[in-house]
């Protein structure tokens, strides 16, 4: 394994997105998925962003509610 990594190799990143529930916040938490970033869906309802998190799920299993 080499300390070098690929820097457009987003495999190793992750990201916390506020207001990933709905509208603009859910777009980007769900771009960031596609890209293979783990991240953490947060919204302050719960339903909502159980929904977001559950619907931008890769086979991975990467993403998580809050």
């Known amino acids: 394994m080499s300390i070098l990594h ?3 190799d987003s495999s ?3 990201a916390l997105v506020t207001g990933a529930g709905i ?3 859910r777009t ?3 771009a960031l998925v596609g890209e293979g970033v783990r991240t953490v869906f947060a919204d302050v309802r719960e339903d909502t ?3 977001a998190a ?3 799920r890769p ?3 990467h ?3 809050w």
């Open 54 to 56: 559950a619907a931008s």
């Open 63 to 65: 993403t998580l509610g």
């Open 12 to 14: 190793r990143e992750a």
């Open 49 to 51: 962003v159980a929904a």
């Open 59 to 61: 086979e991975t299993g």
């Open 23 to 25: 509208g603009i916040g």
């Open 6 to 8: 690929d820097p457009f």
């Open 28 to 30: 980007i938490a769900q």
